[in-house]
């Protein structure tokens, strides 16, 4: 939402039983943190290591196969870090609304979907002359390298939180 409405729904989500549970409740926030790191970690991990094949690192390693495989454990990531993600937002929401480096952490996420989904529709449709042994060609290295940037950029938005 966006105007005169979003602060009002942002109070509103505050004073949810959700939300002061993740503020009161001695352990709600920690375990909640915890999960929404472990996932982010093994999010960012799976991303990193694919985009690093792309780059030409492990040439031996087919390019498809790696992708399906680590495929999995980043979209069973997801399925903790975006839950975890909305509760931990749900203990602070103005607070975290008015935040820069949550504002640009969201941007970067944003953008970071939107290199996949390019990469995915453009490069990676001829995989198949690449997979391995050869380079992968410009526009997918571009991908891959500016994928790495920006999952960087999103760790460091998220550190930054607590100084911001």
Request: charged content about 10%; aromatic content about 10%; overall charge positive.
């Amino acid at each position: 939402m966006a105007g005169a409405g979003a602060p009002g729904w942002l109070a509103w989500l505050a004073g949810t039983s959700v939300s002061i549970t993740m503020r009161t409740a001695a352990w709600a926030y920690p375990v909640v943190e915890i999960v929404h790191i472990a996932g982010f970690s093994v999010l960012v991990g799976s991303v990193v290591l694919f985009d690093l094949r792309v780059l030409g690192w492990a040439r031996a390693l087919p390019v498809a196969e790696l992708g399906r495989h680590l495929l999995r454990w980043a979209l069973a990531s997801t399925l903790l870090v975006i839950p975890a993600g909305l509760l931990l937002f749900s203990a602070h929401p103005v607070e975290l609304a008015n935040n820069p480096a949550f504002l640009l952490k969201l941007g970067l996420i944003a953008a970071a979907g939107v290199n996949a989904l390019l990469f995915h529709l453009l490069p990676y449709r001829t995989v198949a002359a690449w997979d391995r042994e050869r380079p992968a060609p410009p526009a997918a290295r571009l991908g891959a390298a500016l994928s790495i940037l920006l999952w960087l950029g999103v760790i460091t938005c998220g550190r930054l939180l607590a100084y911001l």
